[in-house]
C-alpha cells in the first residue's frame, strides 16, 4: 500500500478491533459490530462493509468479521 492513505473508517475499525485483542476473535467481532451499530454513522458503516467485500487487506481480521456480521444483520 505504499504510499495510499488508510481510509479513516478502517483506522477507526482497526484501532476498536486493537482493545479487543484480549478477546476471543469470534466474541471481540461481535462486540465490535455492537459497538458499530449502535455509534457509528450508517454512511461510515456501509463504507466499512464495502472496504471489506473489496477485499479490506489493510483491515484487522476481527474488525472485517465485525463488518461481516454488520452486513449479515442488514
Do not use: C
Not at 24 to 53: F, Y
Amino acid at each position: 500500500m505504499s504510499g495510499a492513505t488508510i481510509p479513516p473508517y478502517v483506522r477507526l475499525a482497526n484501532e476498536i478491533a486493537a482493545q479487543f485483542a484480549h478477546r476471543p476473535p469470534s466474541e471481540a467481532a461481535t462486540a465490535i459490530a455492537t459497538h458499530l451499530k449502535a455509534v457509528w454513522d450508517p454512511r461510515m458503516k456501509n463504507a466499512l462493509i464495502a472496504h471489506v467485500e473489496a477485499g479490506a487487506e489493510d483491515l484487522d481480521p476481527v474488525a472485517a468479521l465485525a463488518a461481516q456480521q454488520l452486513a449479515a444483520a442488514q
